[in-house]
């Protein structure tokens, strides 16, 4: 899906997105450092009120004129633990060495929250750990809650009984702080967001336009005209390399063009020569022919050489005719007269071109009697005259030979058919029917179907045929009325 997008949406929605992920990074990053901080905050917290109550405890212990073990700690702290817990504004318990309760500090919590026997893991863990020191963390009515578990000894160091320390964490500062704080941080993340729509919109419109201008002349290039260069001032470094090698390209098309253009021209002459050249010697051999036996069988003292002469004159002239049409072909197809539009009406124009053609199996069928168009009228003529003799020259053997000629106006045009039940044209000479050497008769120079496609293309017109082998054809040419 992301892939079909354009250019310029994807960069749009990748700087919003790299925006939106940065963000939620960002806040996640925030949240986690403040429980971080607030985890670091209540752990030294703690560490700090059990090292100035263990100072306490060591000094009550260094003061008192009870022995120091564990049956009297009840005695000794029995008035100390509340001065204690008053200095230090917190909670303290007292265990012996097996975890029973000996004195504690609020009665009420002691009642109510503190179990009268410390757990066995919390025996084992304090008695492991390297520094005879264990943290214990629970939930209690919904609050955090960490307990601190520490050896007292006596002078020689030696563990006489178990100092607990509860710590309930108050959280509501720091959470009340912290979504303060990401209140002015969302309100900072929704301008970010604003700030960055606008930018990506831009850049993205900025960033696209020189390659949209460049898709657009990618577009027009059309290789049978030249082609403009694209022009932008101050491309970025891609994008100019884009240019040049664009340029480039356009300058090697016009190049091979030229050449092409060249090469075509000369091709066609060549052809055009060798058609010419194959186009008279048919007539120049039998004008051989006759000359060499009227050589060698003239007598003057015969006495029908005046009749022999004449039918020599006549075969020559024949011959000198076919020469003629010959060349009128040529130089009607190479030098096509310059339109000379004039508003006519195109059925009356068809039925006058018909009016040359003397075959009774030619018949004109049209709906209407004025259908106006501008044209040239001897172009018009010249295309119907066309288009009828090549259907003419296609129905020489058949059995009852029919041509249909037909004028019909369609909306802005007018389209001329020339419909023959003749020998049709095979699959593989239909690409080079319009082709200007390209015949299929025994006579001929194959020029007619080409001009009429030089003439209809010069209106912009348009010029197709269908065509079943062994059953016909029909030419339609079709013209814009203006």
Not at 101 to 119: A, P, V
Not at 131 to 143: C, L, M, P, Q, T
Not at 447 to 468: A, D
Request: aromatic share 8%; proline share 2%.
């Amino acid at each position: 899906m992301f892939k079909k997008l354009s250019l310029r949406s994807r960069i749009f929605i990748t700087m919003i997105l790299l925006v939106l992920i940065a963000s939620v990074l960002i806040a996640g990053v925030t949240i986690y450092q403040y429980r971080e901080q607030n985890k670091d905050y209540h752990e030294n917290r703690l560490e700090r009120k059990e090292a100035q109550i263990k100072q306490s405890v060591d000094y009550t212990l260094k003061e008192t004129t009870y022995p120091i073990n564990t049956e009297n700690l009840a005695f000794i702290f029995r008035e100390e633990i509340y001065q204690i817990a008053n200095v230090q504004n917190v909670n303290l318990n007292i265990y012996d060495l097996e975890g029973a309760l000996l004195i504690g500090s609020n009665r009420k919590f002691e009642s109510d929250s503190i179990s009268l026997c410390l757990d066995a893991e919390v025996l084992n863990n304090l008695a492991i750990s390297a520094n005879h020191r264990y943290i214990e963390k629970k939930s209690a009515s919904g609050d955090d809650y960490q307990a601190s578990y520490t050896y007292i000894t006596d002078h020689k160091f030696k563990p006489i009984g178990i100092l607990n320390l509860p710590y309930f964490q108050d959280n509501s500062f720091n959470e009340k702080e912290l979504g303060e704080f990401m209140l002015r941080l969302g309100g900072v993340y929704l301008v970010m967001l604003l700030v960055a729509v606008s930018l990506a919109y831009f850049i993205s419109k900025y960033i696209t336009r020189s390659l949209q201008n460049i898709s657009e002349k990618l577009n027009q290039t059309d290789l049978n005209k030249r082609n403009e260069k694209i022009i932008i001032d101050n491309p970025s470094e891609e994008i100019g390399t884009l240019i040049n090698s664009y340029n480039a390209m356009i300058d090697e098309l016009e190049e091979s063009a030229v050449k092409l253009a060249r090469s075509e021209r000369e091709q066609a002459w060549r052809e055009m020569a060798k058609q010419v050249a194959h186009e008279i010697k048919n007539p120049l051999t039998p004008m051989r022919l006759s000359v060499q036996s009227f050589e060698r069988k003239f007598d003057p003292d015969d006495e029908k050489i005046e009749i022999k002469v004449a039918e020599y004159s006549k075969t020559l002239i024949q011959q000198i005719d076919t020469l003629s049409s010959i060349a009128s072909a040529f130089s009607n197809f190479a030098d096509m007269p310059a339109q000379q539009n004039e508003t006519l009406n195109v059925v009356k124009i068809v039925k006058l071109a018909l009016e040359i053609f003397n075959e009774n199996y030619i018949h004109f069928i049209n709906d209407e009697e004025e259908i106006i168009a501008k044209l040239d009228r001897t172009q018009l003529i010249r295309v119907v005259t066309n288009l009828v003799k090549n259907a003419i020259q296609a129905v020489p053997e058949v059995a009852s030979p029919r041509i249909l000629i037909s004028v019909v106006e369609k909306e802005d045009a007018v389209s001329i058919s020339v419909a023959d039940n003749g020998i049709g044209i095979s699959d593989e000479f239909k690409d080079k029917v319009f082709e200007p050497k390209f015949t299929t008769k025994s006579s001929g120079m194959g020029l007619g179907l080409g001009m009429v496609k030089n003439i209809v293309e010069s209106y912009n017109g348009s010029v197709n045929f269908t065509s079943q082998y062994g059953k016909g054809t029909v030419f339609t040419v079709t013209f814009p009325k203006s």
